[in-house]
């Protein structure tokens, strides 16, 4: 079993990027393997261009950069995505990979006149958004409430795929150390989920 970790931190000694290394380990442990996509190290273009309206539009093919970021998703089992919160959401740089590489096609068919069909169901998705505030703050304004309903249901749900972990790590009055803990967990229980349904349709 094959995960893809995607982080979006400008600063290789962030937490993020502690966190992402944790969630590594944790796969490891669990017998699989692991891929760190480090946006912001590869130089990813977020930016959606002319090429990527033309591919949504299915008149032109898409880039190639596109292309090699579907295949490595193509390649996992699992997606996992550590991102620190910007605004209230993921940060531009991880939106804008969203924009371009879950693309009309691949992703997703809209079909004028006979809706959408989700293409992405086979994928398990894990977030790890980290965030600042106190949890007090995130539920007395209904913030993270208002992430799950933009990132799990309105990206992964109108996709297909399902987000079998949504946690938030909250740095402003947690023990970190606790943190580390809990990434390694997810890491470790990554395919916890496909196993037991292999071994359900094995049986």
């Not at 995607?6 to 937490?15: G, R």
């Amino acid at each position: 079993m094959h995960a893809l970790i995607v982080l979006a931190h400008p600063k290789p000694d962030s937490f993020s990027h502690s966190v992402a290394a944790k969630v590594a380990e944790g796969v490891t442990a669990s017998g699989g393997t692991f891929e760190i996509a480090d946006l912001t190290a590869e130089g990813f273009d977020p930016r959606f261009s002319a090429a990527d309206i033309a591919a949504h539009l299915r008149e032109g093919p898409s880039p190639e950069d596109v292309v090699a970021e579907q295949a490595r998703i193509d390649r996992a089992d699992a997606l996992v995505l550590v991102y620190p919160v910007y605004w209230w959401s993921m940060p531009g740089l991880l939106k804008g990979w969203i924009d371009r590489v879950f693309s009309n096609g691949w992703a997703y068919d809209d079909i004028p006149g006979n809706g959408t069909i989700k293409r992405l169901g086979r994928l398990r998705v894990h977030l790890i958004a980290i965030g600042g505030a106190t949890m007090r703050t995130y539920a007395r304004h209904g913030y993270f409430g208002a992430m799950k309903t933009q990132i799990d249901h309105g990206i992964f749900g109108y996709c297909g795929a399902p987000v079998s972990t949504s946690e938030l790590l909250l740095t402003e009055t947690q023990d970190m150390s606790s943190h580390f803990d809990t990434a390694r967990a997810i890491g470790q229980n990554l395919f916890a989920v496909s196993r037991s349904t292999k071994a359900a349709d094995a049986a």
